[in-house]
């Protein structure tokens, strides 16, 4: 959805929408989608500035990095973005602090659906794990160890300062 600036309304524009992605378009390779993106947008232009202040919702599956058991992520993102004119950009030698958090449209034009998949793709987690207590997949046996379902007894590496130990028991 291509929003043309010139033509906004001095009230601003209120979008409320259902967005269709590919998968594809995700950054996680094996995230797919269970419900579409649904956005709620306000749109507003002040002199060359166009605020944008949205909030999505969706529903993906993802994987979990642990015990490579598929999940569900909800996603209730809230985002407040600022717009500026690509010529301002240029006019300037350098950007300013104030600048970094600001984002430049080209040719009068800002395409939500772009702004809403970069946003979507920002919720991301860094480490997507089913939950915090996901204990992960045995290094022995292979299966998924959720509250001991593993016999396997793992020696645990003793670290840096394990031969320490050792020399400590030769002098007793």
């Not at 259902?18 to 995700?26: C, R, V």
Request: charged share 30%; aromatic share 6%; proline share 4%.
């Amino acid at each position: 959805m291509i929003i043309d600036i010139d033509k906004l309304p001095k009230d601003g524009l209120k979008v409320s929408r259902n967005f269709d992605f590919p998968s594809i378009d995700l950054i996680e390779e094996d995230a797919v989608f269970l419900q579409p993106v649904h956005g709620e947008l306000t749109i507003k232009r002040i002199g060359e500035e166009v605020m944008v202040k949205g909030r999505i919702t969706t529903c993906l599956s993802l994987v979990c990095s642990r015990c490579l058991a598929p999940f569900e992520f909800a996603v209730d993102s809230r985002f407040d973005l600022v717009f500026l004119p690509e010529d301002v950009h240029e006019m300037k030698d350098e950007l300013e602090d104030e600048d970094l958090d600001k984002i430049f449209y080209k040719s009068h034009h800002i395409d939500l659906r772009e702004v809403i998949l970069e946003q979507l793709n920002l919720t991301f987690p860094s480490k997507l794990v089913c939950s915090e207590r996901c204990e992960g997949i045995c290094a022995v046996c292979g299966q998924v160890r959720h509250g001991g379902n593993c016999g396997c007894l793992v020696k645990e590496p003793e670290g840096r300062l394990g031969k320490l130990k050792y020399f400590m028991k030769d002098k007793s």
